[in-house]
């Protein structure tokens, strides 16, 4: 039988280091001796009609750290935070390292629920305060999952399944914060799973296709180029749009095959339209971070351009700006190799995130893509702000020779501001949503399709 006797305390030498039971690096108990830990812990505060929490936390991005300062340095991190949450804790308590940048705590015997949210906030407190790693001090990012016996009932594998829950719900938001675990976070994981499975279904049964909304010059009304953009035809539900499973495929680290296909089928359908003798147009294919920090992201475009024929002068990549600020000086690198390669580099939904002027001239870019945000009403007062993020964005694009287009550009005025501040290329719902094959092929052949619209526009100004 354990007892508890404080087994994971650091100072208690003597227990057996390196077998199954026990982290090498911290010497605190794994997985397996934790939930022989809990086991032990639930039976006696049931007899003694006490409480328990069982507190699942994670340090995020240690990655990040270990590829900043090197592995031993991560290391010594990991071990410090092991000894910071055993000073933190009660000698009863039970903290073990469940896996890479996991711990897990077992509050033990408490009187009152309340008490739970107390020691919680104490080490919590306590954590945030920095630690130093190779001289230098840095402040932990940890997210926490709790579930309390006896508010949530349960055997011991479902309680630590629910602290795990709890802090995957707390990832989701974002990470750095604490969520106590609720009933409802099971249904949201098994909705979860079940979307996740059928998506991986959905790649594999070829359920995703392109559609592709025309860039269209504001002044003459020729297309400029288009983007690619993906919708899942779902047996059932019919196009189900990227807003609600791009986020699903980023978590899952599905992007990167679903990206990849996009990637190449993007370039597989500009080269068939310029065999097919239509005016050779850049392709833009929106790439997520996850899919952009694989190693092999520049040779997955190169092999795409290569398998499918496709000149590099006719792609274009649009990356956010959350994606290029995390680790600018690798990510300048990786942008001059996709620009040496001859493609194109734009910003998307730009103005909506860090914006750096510093860095945007450090980056081989070529066109910034004003955000559909700013556009809405920009010639008028109820835009708000937007006109002058608009003329902001104009000049910044000036001086750093920048190509801009305007996103999300539905009406009429709206055209004819921006094309006043110098915005030559347009993408919105005024000259075509996005489009099928078929009807992007359509609209490409009828040369006046788009004209006729700029004409309308030109006589909804006049009139
Ligand atoms: P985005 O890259 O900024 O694409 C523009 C979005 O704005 C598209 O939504 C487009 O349909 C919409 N839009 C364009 N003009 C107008 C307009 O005048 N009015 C309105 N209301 N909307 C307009 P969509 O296709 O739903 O895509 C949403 C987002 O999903 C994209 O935003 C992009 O971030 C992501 N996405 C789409 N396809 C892919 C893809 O293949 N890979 C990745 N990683 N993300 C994608
Ligand atoms: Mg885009
Ligand atoms: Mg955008």
């Known amino acids: 039988m354990i007892s508890f006797i404080r087994q994971n305390s650091l100072a208690t030498a003597e227990v057996k280091f390196g077998d199954k039971l026990h982290d090498y690096l911290t010497h605190l108990p794994t997985h397996s001796l934790f939930m022989e830990h809990l086991d032990y812990a639930l039976s006696m505060v049931k007899r003694h009609e006490k409480v328990l929490a069982v507190v699942n936390l994670d340090i995020e991005k240690l990655s990040e750290v270990n590829q900043q300062y090197g592995y031993k340095n991560g290391d010594t991190l990991i071990t410090e935070t092991a000894n910071r949450l055993v000073d933190l804790t009660r000698d009863s308590d039970i903290i073990a390292r469940l896996g890479g940048s996991g711990f897990g705590l077992i509050m033990n015997f408490i009187e009152r629920g309340e008490e739970v949210d107390k020691a919680l906030q104490r080490i919590m407190k306590g954590m945030r305060l920095p630690f130093s790693v190779a001289g230098e001090n840095i402040i932990l ?50 909705k979860r799973l079940r979307k996740e499975y059928d998506l991986r279904k959905a790649l594999e049964n070829g359920e995703f ?37 791009i986020p699903l495929l980023e978590e899952s680290g599905m992007i990167v095959e679903a990206g990849d296909w996009v990637l190449r089928e993007s370039c597989r359908l500009n080269k068939l339209w310029q065999d097919q003798g239509l005016e050779p147009l850049r392709v833009s294919v929106n790439v997520s971070s996850v899919q952009f920090k694989q190693g092999d992201f520049v040779e997955r475009i190169a092999l795409a351009l290569k398998d499918t024929g496709l000149s590099a002068d006719y792609l274009d990549v649009e990356l956010t700006e959350s994606c290029l600020m995390d680790d600018v000086t690798k990510n300048i690198d990786v942008l001059y190799e996709i620009k040496k390669m001859g493609v194109a580099i734009s910003i998307d939904d730009f103005g909506t995130g860090y914006s750096s002027l510093s860095y945007l001239k450090k980056f081989p870019i070529d066109t910034l893509k004003i955000d559909r945000s700013f556009i809405t009403n920009v010639q008028d ?32 005025q709206e055209l004819a501001y921006l094309h006043a501040l110098g915005c030559k290329t347009i993408q919105g719902f005024l000259f075509s949503k996005p489009l099928s094959v078929d009807e992007f092929t359509k609209i490409q052949q009828d040369s006046m399709h788009m004209k006729n619209i700029l004409e309308q526009v030109r006589i909804e100004l006049a009139g």
């Open 381 to 412: 007062r109820s835009g708000g702000d937007n006109a002058a993020i608009v003329t902001a964005i104009m000049a910044l694009s000036h001086s750093l020779r920048l190509d801009v287009v305007a996103e999300g550009v539905e009406t009429a």
């Open 209 to 245: 296709v392109l559609y592709f909304q025309p860039k269209v010059d504001a002044a003459t009304g020729n297309i400029k180029g288009m983007e690619a953009l993906i919708r899942w035809l779902h047996p059932e539900r019919g196009i189900v749009s990227p807003l609600e499973f």
């Open 141 to 190: 990012k940890i997210s926490y999952g709790i579930c309390v016996y006896p508010t949530d009932q349960g055997s011991v594998d479902e309680l630590s399944h629910y602290a795990s829950l709890a802090l995957d719900n707390a990832k989701q938001a974002g990470g750095n914060v604490h969520r106590y675990y609720n009933s409802e976070m099971n249904v949201d994981n098994s």
